[in-house]
């Protein structure tokens, strides 16, 4: 059984920076199409960033945002610099087995609990 475990959200003011964690086990990330997700209130939930054997970004957070992947550690993590009021959400971070990565939420086979970002301004 794969588990996906999110950490490292929290309140920030605008321009600071988080870094999410998602630690996964029963599977290694390398072997895995890895992304992270956000959804904020009222709103659908969209992709952020992914990584297989290259990064992918969405335009919204290009140049603001890394993804990186820790094979010793079996995690993947997203640094988000220069926060803005409309990076509030709860960031997801999900898995897929079959290498997709991409912005259709219903390809991913494992998704995480969710960690909640408050950027205040």
């Known amino acids: 059984q794969v588990q996906l475990v999110e950490s490292g959200g929290g309140l920030v003011q605008t321009g600071g920076s988080l870094t999410l964690s998602c630690a996964a086990s029963g599977r290694t990330v390398s072997n895995t199409g890895m992304a992270w997700f956000r959804q904020a209130p009222g709103k659908n939930r969209e992709f952020m960033s992914g990584?297989?054997?290259?990064?992918y970004y969405a335009d919204s957070v290009k140049g603001r945002f890394t993804i990186s992947r820790d094979d010793a550690k079996n995690t993947v993590d997203l640094q988000m610099n220069s926060l803005k009021p409309e990076d509030t959400a709860v960031y997801y971070c999900a898995a897929d087995e079959g290498w997709y990565v991409g912005p259709n939420e219903y390809e991913y086979d494992y998704w995480g609990q969710g960690t909640q970002v408050t950027v205040s301004s």
């Open positions: 990584i297989r054997w290259r990064t």
